[in-house]
């Protein structure tokens, strides 16, 4: 692709000419290879003087033709991202810094955004200062700190975010007790594909302080926050009527302020909880069914057609076929949610979702990128992880080679290592599947990383630095079938164990998809493949039933007797004919060399 940018900022893209003659291409001049045509492709020349149509070029010549259109299609989309991500204010974006680096960094606009955040706190009476002594010595003890985290965004606006450090309510809190559910983000792909299927109409709504509106339970203990420093100043100083007097000043000058939780805090274990139950109920009470598959998708008829709502904590995805619809539903949830702070509601065509850009511009598809979240972890690169050169992959030949003799990474340095697979990992599994072998393997080296391990996470950080534009775009060949491909590498790993691969698309783009080592060692490539296809199963299976559950016509309104949904025949290629043998077949197929292998890999058949 040739990318140049004019001066209005637009990307054009072209393909290479082919190397004809000049007098050749006058005379088979064809649209969209030769220069001097703009217009669409076709396979037969122009007649002259009202003489018949010559078809000089052979079906497969007049096939080739089409592929290229199709391909000039695709390059046009990653040049459109590639001029998105160019047009971003990336300078100024900062780290995320604590109150007292960010108060340095960013002067009265820090402080602003700390005053922006308490205000929320106090015009909410979400907490209720205390003196010491009218608290227990364990409760004194067990109050949580309250943290406040400064970072500048893209638009140069600094914000405050302020959260509790519940990390100590383990002790005496079960993760039973306060887990709360989320959506998948399998779950928020196949939602976004059916949206760009069906052209609905789609929102995004983020419910400010929504923790702030869920009161705390009465039957449950106190829980007790600790503000200090700055901000226990600036709570005193701007509203003193109500915290002047119980600000304590310790004989080391530092400021405290004990207070009471009225209302779930970010931070605290069991806010989230709370807020999913209130939200959950609401929106089962305003008719909409939940998915048994996934507890965070819930659906309703509305005037004919499906209105779907995924949420994560307090962000949601809204859509629906008709856009008045979506209005009525933002409606709802304003009347609700948005008494305090109205909601922020985005429309249109782009969304900024759970870390992830979901651009709908092109009809029946849609496409994901992570340009804040890949910009932020290639920018904060130590220097001994930064690459110059220039990597066409994420991972060489030798990913799975693992040299016992090479040095082991130091304790700081194991440290770095864990966290960059992780934020790669986050990536991985959302709009940067291209990432999940390598990532895959990485993870299986976090807890004794040696140097050569080092290499191969700056070879895929490399990789991402020169495709960190790169976007994923997802669409359906109009069957409404669901295609899984499976593979498995054969001892590969140090520990002689294989590797799965597996990916499922709907024609376009690698919806769902997973990389990671197998549990156990096998004897052949065969029983590898076999393992390998029980492996991926629990997201097929899951996949399966969860569009089933969302009932999207894949092809059109239907009778009920031929009801069809997107996903509605399971097909699954593998590339290994005594594997599909034993699938298919089960133990009636086993021989000597096979009877070994365990029942629960015959789960397929």
């Known amino acids: 692709i040739n990318t140049p940018t004019t001066n209005n900022n637009e990307i054009t893209s072209s393909i290479e000419e082919p190397n004809m003659e000049n007098d050749t291409r006058k005379s088979r001049r064809i649209a969209g290879l030769a220069p001097h045509d703009k217009g669409t492709t076709i396979r037969e020349l122009q007649p002259h003087n009202n003489e018949p149509k010559v078809n000089l070029f052979s079906a497969g010549f007049s096939k080739a033709v089409a592929k290229l259109e199709r391909e000039h299609n695709g390059y046009m989309m990653v040049a459109q991202a590639v001029e998105s991500y160019n047009q971003m204010q990336s300078s100024m974006v900062t780290p995320q810094y604590g109150i007292n680096r960010g108060l340095k960094e960013f002067g009265e606009d820090g402080v602003n955004a700390v005053l922006k955040e308490l205000k929320q706190i106090h015009e909410m009476s979400v907490i209720s200062p205390l003196f010491p ?23 140069g606006v600094i914000k405050g975010r302020g959260c509790a450090d519940g990390r100590s309510q383990r002790e005496f809190i079960s993760k039973d007790e306060a887990s709360s559910p989320t959506v998948n983000p399998n779950a928020v792909i196949l939602t976004a594909v059916i949206d760009a299927i069906e052209q609905r109409d789609v929102a995004t709504v983020d419910v400010p302080g929504a923790f702030l509106q869920t009161e705390m339970p009465d039957d449950e203990e106190p829980v007790h ?264 590498s054969f001892a590969v790993h140090n520990d002689m164990k294989s590797h799965t691969g597996g990916v499922m698309t709907f024609g376009q783009g690698a919806a769902l998809s997973m990389s990671s080592k197998q549990k156990l060692n096998t004897k052949s ?42 996903g509605h025949t399971n097909v699954l290629y593998q590339d290994n004919t005594s594997s599909i043998q034993l699938e298919n077949n089960g133990k009636a197929s086993s021989t000597k060399r096979t009877r070994h292998i365990n029942i629960r890999y015959f789960l397929i058949t």
């Open 225 to 488: 926050i600790r503000f200090t420093g700055k901000m226990a100043a600036l709570l005193a100083q701007e509203y003193p009527e109500t915290y002047g007097k119980y600000l304590i000043t310790k004989r080391n000058g530092d400021k405290v302020l004990y207070t009471k939780a009225n209302k779930a805090i970010y931070g605290t274990l069991k806010a989230a909880l709370l807020f999913w139950k209130k939200l959950k109920g609401k929106l089962l009470d305003w008719g909409f069914e939940s998915n048994p598959y996934d507890s965070c998708t819930v659906n309703k008829m509305i005037e004919g057609s499906q209105a779907t709502i995924v949420w994560h904590v307090d962000d949601l995805k809204i859509s629906h076929l008709k856009g008045d619809v979506v209005t009525r539903i933002i409606d709802n949830l304003e009347t609700e949610f948005g008494q305090t702070s109205p909601l922020t509601v985005t429309r249109g065509k782009v969304h900024e979702y759970l870390g992830m850009e979901i651009d709908y511009s092109v009809k029946g598809k849609v496409k994901f990128s992570m340009f804040d979240y890949l910009e932020d972890i290639i920018a904060n690169l130590p220097e001994d992880l930064q690459v110059n050169r220039y990597t066409t992959t994420p991972a060489a030949d030798h990913l799975f080679t693992v040299n016992p003799e090479a040095a082991r990474l130091s304790s700081a340095q194991a440290d770095v290592f864990h966290h960059y697979v992780a934020k790669l990992l986050f990536a991985a599994k959302r709009a940067r599947p291209d990432l999940q072998t390598a990532v895959a393997f990485l993870c299986t080296r976090v807890k004794g990383p040696d140097i050569d391990d080092w290499k191969k996470l700056q070879r895929t950080l490399g990789y991402l630095k020169d495709t960190i534009f790169l976007p994923l775009i997802l669409g359906s060949d109009g069957t409404g079938n669901m295609y899984w491909y499976v593979d498995a």
């Open 133 to 155: 002594g009218e608290m227990t010595r364990a409760e004194v003890k067990r109050a949580l700190p309250y943290l406040m985290f400064l970072k500048r965004k893209r638009n």
């Open 525 to 566: 490539s065969t029983e590898s493949e076999l393992v390998g296809v029980d492996d991926v199963i629990p997201m097929n299976i899951w996949s399966k039933y969860f569009l089933h559950s969302q009932g999207y016509h894949a092809t059109g309104p239907s009778p009920a007797e031929d009801f069809k949904y997107l």
